[in-house]
């Protein structure tokens, strides 16, 4: 018996149909010099690129390229933001000309110049702080993927909300951003719902617990669900663990939201969650095994 919301996935980027018998993995690949994970690593052109032969060689369907951190610090203007994307952007799409490529920006123009160069979906990780954004998503045909920021500006220093119900608060908002989405004329079956996990959106440690524990009434609502919640400070405080030792939570949360239907993941380790998400689709019985044992004599 298949797990709750588990079902294939079928989605359409650009004109470009991705069709899986497990969730989709979205890499996560930051040209900033202070991410919170890589810290810089990957800001260079060169360091950007290796970092993509990697994750689309572990698996990766889609890459997610992001050129302002979300926390509060100092400021990247929309021209550097542009010259940090479009050039990686451009790159890739030249070299993987089938590889899926997002942009995690809330900035009109930069998801205008991206879009330009070869992205095929706008990761607009504020929340519509700019309006403009879904124009350009629909202007381009590219995919948009909503998320919940609870009305803070982008890279405002986090302040606490209070929510009576904060999985049908989300359901909420995100499902009227994706209406509103397709009213603009973005195509339906490109659109995805990100509940936006983490205390950088006002979520503290128990919000970000229950909207885990409604993955599956994200799901219900019938669009499609993007979980990014990759190695977040929540992961840690569940487990009192370091930034380096979130791994085998996010795995199991990933285990866990995977079982419950959602269809894709952001990710830092491409290899070990394609591993998970596949694993929960074959055991469900979406997927079969890549190789299987074989009697012989």
């Not at 123009?109 to 992205?119: F, I, N, S």
């Not at 989405?181 to 719902?193: M, N």
């Not at 990710?267 to 998400?277: A, F, I, Q």
């Amino acid at each position: 018996m298949s797990g709750a919301g588990a079902q294939p996935i079928d989605l359409v980027f650009r004109g470009v149909r991705v069709v899986r018998d497990r969730a989709l993995i979205m890499a996560i690949v930051n040209r900033t010099k202070d991410s919170f994970y890589d810290q810089g690593s990957t800001f260079d052109l060169a360091p950007a690129q290796d970092a993509i032969h990697r994750a689309v060689a572990n698996g990766a369907d889609v890459i997610d390229i992001g050129g302002v951190r979300a926390e509060a610090g100092p400021e990247v203007t929309t021209a550097e933001e542009v010259d940090r994307i479009v050039p990686i952007v451009r790159w890739a799409h030249e070299t993987y000309p089938e590889l899926i490529i997002s942009i995690d920006t809330w900035r009109a123009e930069v998801g205008d110049a991206a879009c330009a160069a070869g992205a095929h979906l706008i990761n607009d990780s504020w929340a519509s702080a700019e309006p403009e954004l879904i124009d350009v998503a629909a202007a381009h045909g590219a995919g948009y993927i909503c998320t919940h920021t609870g009305e803070q500006a982008p890279r405002s220093v986090p302040f606490q909300h209070h929510y009576d119900d904060v999985v049908a608060t989300v359901v909420k908002e995100t499902t009227r951003l994706a209406e509103l989405a397709v009213s603009k004329g973005i195509p339906r079956e490109g659109i995805l719902i990100d509940p936006t996990w983490g205390i950088l959106y006002g979520k503290d440690t128990g919000y970000n617990v229950a909207l885990l524990g409604g993955i599956r009434t994200f799901v219900e609502t019938g669009w499609p669900l993007l979980v990014a919640i990759s190695n977040k400070d929540f992961i840690g405080e569940i487990l009192d663990a370091d930034l380096g030792d979130r791994v085998a939570g996010t795995l199991a949360a990933t285990a866990y939201a995977a079982n419950e239907g959602a269809a894709m993941f952001r990710v830092h380790e491409v290899r070990e969650s394609r591993h998970v998400v596949e694993m929960i689709a074959t055991i469900n019985g979406i997927r079969p095994p890549s190789r299987t044992f074989q009697w012989t004599g």
